[in-house]
């Protein structure tokens, strides 16, 4: 009796392990769905900017190499502020592509830190003898905790907003600690973001009325910002966590 006891809990014990694993799972599926997902890209015409490994293509502002605090793994750009600076992270500095863009499609996902800033900028002029930030030249797409942050708060300041400029048309941002998608795309004058899958904002550079933008903003003191075509993208140290990943752009 006791040696048939032991052989049907044995088969239970077996039959047990086999029902845990769901029947259709595949331990590569998200490796395949992700390859999958580039090769769409790909084939669209869209190059990665970010490798998902290394920061390879990246440096930091006004600097030959990438910050050490920008730490690329699994797929993530991470600014890891732990270690604080003035109001940028220690070993951190703003993220700048080595290539620079006129016309271009980018999409990214980001996510920010409970109370945490930072932001997108484009076609950033790198001289650092006549700009000292990227901010200087660049327009930015916004990238805050609205609820924990003081700049999301305030308009035109808020996680999506063309910082000082334009506020999104719709509150459709994600809070801290989730991943939001963005699409910026600049084409000739045609500025649009789409954010989560919604388009909420467009506007054209360079005309009078982005001018007069310009002069009713904080960007006012800096006579050069907003007024290049050409320039870097640049992922902004604002002193705070942040995460990028699915970095890619397509020149139109």
């Known amino acids: 009796?006791?040696?048939?006891?032991?052989?049907?809990?044995?088969?239970?014990?077996?039959?047990?392990?086999?029902?845990?694993?769901?029947?259709?799972?595949?331990?590569?599926?998200?490796?395949?769905?992700?390859?999958?997902?580039?090769?769409?890209?790909?084939?669209?015409?869209?190059?990665?900017?970010?490798?998902?490994?290394?920061?390879?293509?990246?440096?930091?502002?006004?600097?030959?190499?990438?910050?050490?605090?920008?730490?690329?793994?699994?797929?993530?750009?991470?600014?890891?502020?732990?270690?604080?600076?003035?109001?940028?992270?220690?070993?951190?500095?703003?993220?700048?592509?080595?290539?620079e863009y006129e016309n271009f499609d980018l999409k990214l996902e980001w996510k920010i830190s409970k109370g945490g800033n930072s932001g997108i900028l484009f076609h950033v002029k790198e001289d650092t003898t006549r700009y000292k930030y990227s901010y200087f030249t660049g327009p930015e797409c916004q990238v805050v905790d609205n609820k924990e942050n003081e700049d999301g708060k305030l308009i035109k300041h808020r996680a999506g907003d063309l910082y000082d400029l334009i506020s999104i048309s719709k509150e459709v941002v994600k809070p801290a600690g989730e991943w939001n998608q963005v699409e910026i795309v600049c084409d000739n004058s045609k500025l649009?973001?789409?954010?989560?899958?919604?388009?909420?904002?467009?506007?054209?550079?360079?005309?009078?009325?982005?001018?007069?933008?310009?002069?009713?903003?904080?960007?006012?003191?800096?006579?050069?910002?907003?007024?290049?075509?050409?320039?870097?993208?640049?992922?902004?140290?604002?002193?705070a966590d942040v995460w990028y990943r699915n970095i890619?752009?397509?020149k139109l």
């Open 248 to 250: 890619e752009i397509k």
């Open 192 to 239: 649009d973001f789409t954010i989560n899958g919604e388009h909420v904002l467009s506007t054209t550079l360079w005309d009078d009325n982005w001018k007069k933008l310009v002069a009713g903003s904080k960007f006012k003191e800096w006579p050069d910002f907003g007024t290049f075509k050409t320039g870097h993208i640049v992922l902004q140290d604002h002193g």
């Open 1 to 99: 009796m006791n040696k048939l006891f032991l052989i049907a809990l044995t088969a239970i014990a077996i039959s047990g392990c086999h029902s845990s694993t769901p029947k259709n799972y595949n331990k590569d599926s998200t490796v395949v769905a992700d390859t999958n997902k580039k090769t769409e890209s790909t084939a669209l015409g869209f190059e990665p900017l970010f490798d998902g490994k290394t920061t390879d293509g990246w440096h930091a502002y006004g600097k030959p190499a990438p910050g050490l605090a920008w730490k690329a793994k699994d797929g993530i750009l991470h600014l890891d502020a732990s270690e604080k600076g003035d109001w940028q992270s220690k070993n951190g500095g703003d993220m700048v592509s080595n290539g």
